[in-house]
Nanobody, 128 residues
Framework: VQLQASGGGLVQAGGSLRLSCAASGRTFSSYAMGWFRQAPGKEREFVTAISWKGGTTYYADSVKGRFTISRDNAKNTVYLQMDSLKPEDTAVYYC??????????????????????WGQGTQVTVSS
């Protein structure tokens, strides 16, 4: 599966952005999806993940209550709605996918090594 992330940009603190990740190549609904981010000089970190049918979601504590992950399997797209953005949210955001065989999504989805497919990343910059 090929992943294309978009929607990044420059926003003031307190603002919102919505990232999209469009998938192509295989049956999108068969994939668990995740978002990760990487700031300069830091390791890639987990942001959020969603199961095949959307029945299970996970969020990093740092974004809980501000970010929302969702998916539209008919459009082969997963979304990341980011509200109340903070300067510390500044990073390159990556979407990732891995084959799923049920709607179960375990805590392994918080680890980058869980995912076999990655998008190219989209820059999010939050100014103070």
């Amino acid at each position: 599966v090929q992943l294309q992330a978009s929607g990044g940009g420059l926003v003031q603190a307190g603002g919102s952005l919505r990232l999209s990740c469009a998938a192509s190549g295989r049956t999108f609904s068969s994939y668990a999806m995740g978002w990760f981010r990487q700031a300069p000089g830091k390791e890639r970190e987990f942001v959020t993940a969603i199961s095949w049918k959307g029945g299970t979601t996970y969020y990093a504590d740092s974004v809980k209550g501000r970010f929302t992950i969702s998916r539209d399997n008919a459009k082969n797209t997963v979304y990341l709605q980011m509200d109340s953005l903070k300067p510390e949210d500044t990073a390159v955001y990556y979407c990732a996918a891995d084959r799923a065989y049920s709607d179960y999504l375990g805590l392994g989805a918080l680890n980058p090594s869980y995912y076999a497919y990655w998008g190219q990343g989209t820059q999010v910059t939050v100014s103070s």
